[in-house]
């Protein structure tokens, strides 16, 4: 079976994504930056309150980008409309997949790269780069997780589920990561080490991700039918 794609429409359907939700994604990255900048004085208090502002900000903008692009859709009943259009499902699955990527995308990548350049800029220890980095690859791959469920599966209760707990997993994730000394200890000093645990841990999250969309949109892009 030959699959072709409509090229132009899975554009206009991205671009109505992004055009639907860049102020609120704009929020929640002003409120990320707000995060970043308590962490930049590297003071107890102001890095304790940053750092969990900063992950309640990932979290919800990985639940709000999952909510609005797709279980907001089922409940205005939106995919009556698309099925209107000359749109194959694998247009649809792509044109999701890459809407939804962005969405979450560009807030996801303008707090990494912050994070980042206040790592190395402030007197925060460099080490803690490396860990950082492994909460950020949790919340990537929470949230591929969430995607591949909220195209799955119809009811919003499970929906739900699947959101919180994968997200949640964020907090056994920092607990996890403080009992593992190579990594750790690496974490309050000025040289940034990647140790073999590390290095696992990131490349598994990396490669879960992205085998996760992989199957999404292989499993959907199959399809004849939208049903």
């Keep these: 079976m030959k699959l072709a794609m409509n090229i132009p429409l899975?554009?206009?359907?991205?671009?109505?994504?992004?055009?639907?939700?860049?102020?609120?994604?704009?929020?929640h990255v002003l409120a990320g930056l707000f995060a970043l900048g308590l962490l930049g004085l590297a003071r107890p208090w102001a890095?304790?309150?940053?750092?969990?502002?900063?992950?309640?900000?990932?979290?919800?903008?990985?639940?709000?980008?999952?909510?609005?692009?797709?279980?907001?859709?089922?409940k205005q009943q939106t995919?009556?409309?698309?099925?209107s259009l000359p749109v194959s499902p694998l247009d649809f699955t792509v044109a999701k997949l890459a809407g939804g990527l962005?969405?979450?995308?560009?807030?996801?990548?303008?707090?990494l790269l912050g994070t980042v350049v206040v790592i190395l800029s402030t007197p925060l220890p460099d080490g803690l780069l490396v860990y950082s980095l492994l909460i950020y690859g949790h919340v990537l791959l929470a949230y591929c997780i969430s995607l591949a469920v909220a195209m799955q599966v119809q009811s919003e209760g499970w929906n739900i589920f699947a959101m919180i707990a994968?997200?949640?997993?964020?907090?056994p994730l920092i607990m996890l990561l403080g009992q593992i000394d190579a990594i750790s200890v690496p974490a309050r000093?000025?040289?940034?080490?990647?140790?073999?645990?590390?290095?696992?841990?990131?490349?598994?999250?990396?490669?879960?991700?992205?085998?996760?969309?992989?199957?999404?949109?292989w499993w959907h892009g199959r399809k004849a039918a939208f049903y």
């Design 166 to 171: 994968s997200n949640l997993l964020v907090n």
């Design 102 to 111: 962005l969405t979450f995308g560009v807030p996801f990548m303008v707090l």
């Design 10 to 27: 899975i554009r206009l359907l991205v671009i109505k994504d992004w055009q639907l939700f860049q102020k609120p994604l704009a929020a």
């Design 79 to 83: 995919l009556a409309f698309v099925m």
């Design 47 to 74: 890095f304790y309150l940053g750092s969990l502002l900063l992950i309640v900000v990932l979290v919800a903008g990985s639940c709000f980008a999952v909510s609005t692009s797709l279980l907001e859709e089922r």
């Design 189 to 217: 000093g000025e040289d940034i080490v990647w140790s073999l645990p590390a290095v696992a841990i990131l490349s598994a999250q990396l490669l879960l991700s992205l085998c996760t969309l992989a199957f999404t949109a």
